[in-house]
């Protein structure tokens, strides 16, 4: 099972979900990749991430176009604006889906207030996904 998780900056949400899949079921093929990516993981999904003893520390962003020419069983995107550009692949791709969220990395506030939202949304993630994985198995 090859699955592409799809967002704009590749820094937070898609990286979150890639994890938590992994977390799921090690055998399954997960990429992330952004349709404009950031220059690093956003240090904050990093660290919400570890606190539930997920390491992504390791991952870096990397864009669609390195994706475009392979086949997928599920591309997903995480963000409205990735749903929107989502470019058309060269290879097959079994299902397109879309599992919105927030963008964490827009959140405004104390720093507890931020890490409050990058909580919140990696917990949705977690939610989200969970479901997604238990419906491949069904």
Do not use: W
């Not at 979150?16 to 404009?36: H, I, Q």
Request: some cysteine; hydrophobic content about 40%; charged content about 25%.
């Amino acid at each position: 099972m090859r699955i592409l998780i799809l967002c704009t900056g590749n820094s937070c949400r898609s990286q979150m979900a890639k994890a938590f899949l992994k977390s799921f079921d090690p055998n399954l093929e997960v990429y992330a990749a952004g349709t404009r990516p950031s220059d690093r993981i956003h240090p904050k999904a990093i660290q919400v991430m570890k606190e539930l003893g997920i390491d992504i520390s390791t991952h870096h962003p990397k864009s669609v176009e390195l994706f475009l020419n392979q086949a997928f069983d599920y591309v997903i995107t995480v963000c409205d604006q990735a749903k929107e550009t989502c470019p058309v692949f060269a290879g097959e791709v079994g299902k397109y889906m879309h599992i919105g969220f927030e963008d964490p990395a827009e959140a405004t506030g104390t720093a507890e207030e931020i890490l409050t939202v990058f909580r919140k949304v990696r917990d949705d993630i977690q939610k989200q996904f969970m479901l997604f994985y238990k419906n491949l198995k069904s």
